[in-house]
Structures are given as structure tokens and as C-alpha cells.
């Protein structure tokens, strides 16, 4: 992994910037690793094994990401006391859109009435949650816009091959989201780092359906339209890349480990995260984890997890939380921020 630019913050003047309410939204559909046992050639003992994986959510057949988003928004909504018509922005991040385009993002606005709001996607796959909330820093962070709805949302479902033990054992659908704004006597966001590395863009992919790939009969026979990986490649690249980013973003907010309160990270897999957690010297305790019941949600984990964490009252005003995530382009991003 090639090291990335830093963007240490500009010369002020620069509004912090905060998150001030979350939602989640899980459909109902719970399938288990029993259920899979009767689908694919596995047991219950290889995925929990390998993964941590114990069931995921699947969302039902008319259920799309943007109703999966707009659900989470909503909840989120509420919890910040903020009403749809003062959003100024709405950034989804998916790799699941309803549609090529026009962007979920654009659904979502439609549905939960943010008359108001400019509204587009990012695409960084499992990462896309922390780009978009980093892209969502810089607007509030320089005056241009004052409220900013960020969304993961996924139906990773609609592109799992289900024949494919390798793939179909590991993800979920589900959608988080946050409401972003700058807050009176709270830091927010301390710092942040993204990269990618696109000479690495086949071990994690969904080939067909783009431009390079249009959907033919062949591709379909080919199963190109659903996601191929290289397991063991995307799971050395996930450890080395959660690592050096979270490392790199606790130097630049002048975080030490026993400073961080809790450690968000992308929920792909156990061994990964308890990896990173150790090589990062962060106890057990510290790090937040639901992959067992949810899978690889891709950039609906980080804001889903939050949510959970910030619901049961786990995270507390002050409190120095570390987020990291990793995905497909590759791509890699964390960022460390003060809970208001
Ligand atoms: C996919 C992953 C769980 C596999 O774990 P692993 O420890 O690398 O797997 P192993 O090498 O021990 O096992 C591979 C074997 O198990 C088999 N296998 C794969 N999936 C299986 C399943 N669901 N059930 C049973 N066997 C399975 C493979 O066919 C292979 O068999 P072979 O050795 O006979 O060819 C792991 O590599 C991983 O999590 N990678 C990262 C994936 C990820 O996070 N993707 C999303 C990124 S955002």
C-alpha cells in the first residue's frame, strides 16, 4: 500500500463540525447461516469461523436502498430534531444505487420531502460512508452549507450471487445515517484520511453493468453481474490499510490509543477487526462490533454501528471515536471525532 497525501486542516477561518443525530434502519428479513447451509455448500461452523458471521438482514423484494436510506434518514431526522426542509445537502453512499442514475440520493430526497437539498452519491464502496462524511465536513466546515444529511445505504443483496459460497456467505442490507452540522462548543471531526489504490481495482469488483461490460446474455451466464472477489488478497490489503489510515489519522488529531473511547470500524470481519484492534494495542472493550447479526453491510456499517453504539448510550459527549473502513476500488478511509 503506496502512502497517501496528508491534508492537515487549512489556515482558519473553519467552522467545526459535528454529527447531532443518527438513525439505522435493518429490514426485517433475518437469514441465517442455518438457512445457508440449505442454499450453498457451507456450515454454520465455517462462516462463524472465518468471519464472526452469525445472520444478516436481506431486504424484501420491492424494498430498495433508497427506501432503506430514506427509512434510516428519518430516524436520524428525529433524533437531531432537525425537519427535512432545513437539509441543504443529502450525500448517499452506495454502491447498491436504485438506479445507475439519477442518483439514491436523489430518491431519497424525493422521499422524505428534503425539498431544499442539493443531493448526490459517492461511490468508494465499503469506504464510501467516511468519503462522504468527510466530503460533507468540508461544505459545513467552510460556511457553504449548514446542514448536511450523510447516508449509507445498501441492498447488497440484489448483487450477491447466491450460488457463489465464497461472496454470499459475507454481506447484508442495511442503512445508517447522520446529520451533520457545526455545534456550538463541540470539536466534531479532528482529522481524517482517504486514499485508494486503483491498480487494485479487480480483486474486489462488479464488472458488469458499466460501461465496460454492458449487460449481455453471455454476462449474465458469465454471473459478472454480481460481485467477484479474491478473499484472501482483499483480506491482507483490509488489515495493512485499516491500520496505517487509523494510525495516520490519530497522529493528525493528536489522539494516542488511550485516548480513543471507542473504535468504529467497517464491519467485513471479525478476524479483521480484532486484528486491527490488536495491532493498534485498543482492547476488546473498546471496539464496537455487530458483524454477527448484520454481515458486511459495505458503508452502512460504520453509521448503522454508530447509531446502536449512540442509542444504548455507549458513547459519551467527549468521548475521542475512531472510525476506519476499507472496500473495493480499493479504496481506504478513517477519521477521528469528538462525540457531542
Ligand atoms: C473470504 C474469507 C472469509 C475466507 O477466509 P479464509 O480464511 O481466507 O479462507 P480459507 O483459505 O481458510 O478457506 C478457503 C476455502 O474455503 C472454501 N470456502 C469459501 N467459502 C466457503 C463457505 N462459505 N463455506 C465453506 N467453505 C468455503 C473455499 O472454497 C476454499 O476451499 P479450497 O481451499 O478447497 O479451495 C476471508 O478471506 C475474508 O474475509 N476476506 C475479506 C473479504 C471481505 O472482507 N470482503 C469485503 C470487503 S469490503
Given amino acids: 500500500m503506496r502512502a497517501t497525501r496528508q ?7 473553519r467552522r467545526n463540525v459535528s454529527i447531532i443525530g443518527t438513525g439505522a434502519y435493518l429490514p426485517e428479513r433475518v437469514l441465517t447461516n442455518a438457512d445457508l447451509e440449505k442454499m450453498v455448500d457451507t456450515s454454520d461452523e465455517w ?3 472465518r468471519t464472526g458471521i452469525k445472520e444478516r438482514r436481506i431486504a424484501a423484494e420491492g424494498e430498495l436502498t433508497s427506501d432503506l436510506g430514506a427509512a434510516a434518514a428519518r430516524v436520524a431526522l428525529q433524533n437531531a430534531g432537525v425537519d427535512a426542509r432545513e437539509i441543504d445537502l443529502i450525500i448517499v453512499a452506495t454502491c447498491t444505487g436504485d438506479t445507475v442514475f439519477p442518483s439514491t440520493a436523489c430518491h431519497i430526497q ?6 431544499r437539498a442539493a443531493a448526490f452519491d459517492i461511490q468508494a464502496a465499503c469506504s464510501g460512508f467516511l468519503y462522504s462524511l468527510i466530503t460533507a465536513e468540508q461544505f459545513v466546515a467552510s460556511g457553504v452549507y449548514d446542514t448536511v444529511l450523510v447516508i449509507g445505504a445498501e441492498k447488497l443483496s ?5 450460488k457463489d459460497r465464497n461472496t454470499c456467505v459475507l ?7 447522520v446529520i451533520v452540522r457545526s455545534k456550538e462548543g463541540c470539536n466534531g471531526i479532528l482529522a481524517s484520511d482517504l486514499g485508494s489504490d486503483g491498480a ?14 454492458p449487460i449481455t446474455a453471455q454476462v449474465l451466464a458469465e454471473g459478472k453481474n454480481y460481485i467477484q472477489m479474491s478473499g484472501k488478497e482483499v483480506y491482507r490489503f483490509a488489515v495493512n490499510a485499516m491500520i496505517r489510515s487509523s494510525e495516520r489519522t490519530m497522529e493528525l ?11 468504529i470500524p467497517h464491519q467485513a470481519n471479525i478476524r479483521i477487526i480484532n486484528t486491527v484492534a490488536e495491532r493498534l494495542e485498543v482492547p476488546g472493550e473498546r471496539v464496537y462490533v455487530n458483524v454477527h447479526r448484520y454481515g458486511n453491510t459495505s458503508a452502512a456499517c460504520i453509521p448503522i454501528a454508530m447509531h446502536e453504539a449512540s442509542s444504548a448510550g455507549q458513547l459519551k459527549p467527549g468521548d475521542a471515536i475512531l472510525m476506519v473502513a476499507f472496500g473495493g476500488g480499493l479504496t481506504w478511509a478513517s477519521a477521528a471525532l469528538e462525540w457531542c
Fill in 7 to 13: 491534508h492537515p486542516r487549512p489556515p482558519l477561518p
Fill in 47 to 49: 462462516i462463524f469461523t
Fill in 110 to 115: 424525493h422521499k422524505i420531502g428534503a425539498t
Fill in 158 to 162: 440484489s448483487v450477491v450471487n447466491w
Fill in 171 to 177: 454481506f447484508g442490507d442495511g442503512a445508517g445515517a
Fill in 200 to 213: 487494485q481495482t479487480d480483486i474486489l469488483s462488479l464488472p458488469a453493468g458499466g460501461c465496460r461490460m
Fill in 253 to 263: 488529531a493528536g489522539l494516542k490509543t488511550e485516548d480513543i473511547a471507542w473504535v
